[in-house]
């Protein structure tokens, strides 16, 4: 098929490999996340938007709008899920979906039946994956519309806008976009996260965000002697993760359901590291999930004094929604915008983070809003063009004066 700019653009993007690295104690946690940064700021030069990469690894950019109208701001991150790789994405492109099954290689089909929001999408032109890697639409999505955006109002001058700042965040996926963020620097009244999936949708109500980590240190001795007297670190663990509500696990939970997710375990015998995430979208709920794993802890010192447990709980972004009821600007514009275009929008709770809930708590409303790309951090990960290019036209009717 013939591709235009704005999906050109993305096809660019996607071909970078930009994934981020929990493990890692630099900013960016990876230097090829700069990989995009470069390409983002070439483009920006080429479109003439004064930009900067600031020491962390943020793209600021700004273009002029007329005076007196608040500047709107639009941002996206650059980096990758962790879940699957980024690297050699070789993205595929479907013409004229039909509703059937679409085979990614020998191994991998993206179905129907285990993923029916494809049925929303007959006729669309979709972008897949080669079944080898993730596609990288969250969020070179929302890099490509944002850009599309930008480089619509430099050919088309004549076309009034507000003034627009743009911030490309390295690390979102692994919960440290905002870190660093500079509100004066990037200089918006609100903004608008692009990072979502379906395009009628205003995200105005995400998670609070916690994690704990567990260190346990079992009592080790050789097995044929260790009757009474052995503490095994990894039956601790399990121990450990049997005492949280079963009921909170995601896989069990949906809507405003809150969850406690094991996202790595490792050890041995003696000593085990687990790595949890803790989410819900009420701080008092939120905080009751935070003592039970304060009294996992205790129960189990109680019950093997031979062992020792290490436990730290941080916060990690709270729900934005606590800003904006108190301003809601940024959402009351957006609603107006959709519904001008003919699109009633949605707000349904988010079961995920996102960069403009810190935002928001540092002075800037920042709703949450789609890309039109789906099954986010793995090979099933698919775009849809015509929702894509919806994107487009909606994002450059928000800045429109």
Same mark, same amino acid.
């Given at each position: ?52 990469? *600031? ?83 969250? *969020? ?72 704990? *980590? ?188």
């Amino acid at each position: 098929m013939q591709v235009d700019e704005n999906l050109a653009r993305f096809l660019r993007y996607v071909k970078i490999d930009t994934q981020s690295d929990d493990a890692s104690q630099t900013t960016p946690s990876t230097l090829k996340q700069l990989d995009l940064a470069r390409q983002l700021m070439k483009e920006l030069d080429e479109l003439g938007i004064p930009n900067e990469l *600031d020491e962390y690894g943020r793209v600021y950019a700004h273009l002029d709008g007329e005076k007196g109208l608040p500047t709107i701001g639009l941002n996206s991150h650059m980096d990758t899920a962790l879940e699957c790789s980024g690297k050699d994405v070789k993205p595929q492109i479907h013409e004229n979906y039909d509703g059937k099954d679409i085979r990614l290689n020998e191994e991998y089909t993206l179905s129907p039946k285990d993923f029916p929001n494809l049925l929303r999408h007959i006729g669309d032109t979709l972008v897949t994956t080669s079944g080898d890697t993730l596609l990288g639409g969250d *969020d070179k999505a929302g890099d490509a519309i944002i850009m599309s955006v930008l480089a619509y109002y430099v050919a088309h001058p004549e076309v009034k806008h507000h003034p627009i700042a743009i911030l490309f965040t390295p690390d979102e996926e692994i919960g440290r976009g905002p870190e660093h963020f500079d509100a004066k620097k990037f200089g918006a009244d609100w903004a608008y996260t692009i990072d979502g999936d379906f395009p009628d949708h205003i995200d105005i109500d995400n998670f609070n965000g916690s994690h704990a *980590d567990v260190k346990i240190h079992g009592f080790g001795i050789h097995p044929g002697e260790a009757k009474g007297k052995m503490v095994n670190a990894i039956r601790v663990a399990e121990e450990f993760d049997s005492l949280l509500d079963p009921n909170e696990k995601p896989e069990y939970t949906d809507g405003w359901d809150g969850f406690n997710h094991i996202l790595s375990f490792q050890g041995d015998s003696t000593y085990v590291e687990m790595h949890y995430i803790i989410r819900n979208h009420k701080k008092e709920l939120l905080e009751k999930q935070k003592k039970e794993f304060v009294f996992a802890k205790e129960f189990l010192e109680k019950k093997y004094p031979n062992a020792k447990i290490e436990l730290e709980i941080a916060d990690d972004y709270r729900n934005m929604s606590e800003v904006l009821e108190k301003d809601p600007r940024a959402v009351e514009h957006a609603r107006k915008v959709f519904r001008s275009l003919g699109i009633e929008p949605v707000s349904l709770p988010v079961r995920g983070g996102t960069d403009g809930a810190t935002f928001s708590f540092q002075g800037c409303p920042t709703p949450n809003l789609g890309t039109g790309s789906y099954n986010h951090h793995g090979r099933f990960e698919y775009l849809s063009v015509r929702e894509f290019n919806l994107m487009i036209e909606i994002v450059k009717a928000l800045v429109k004066a």
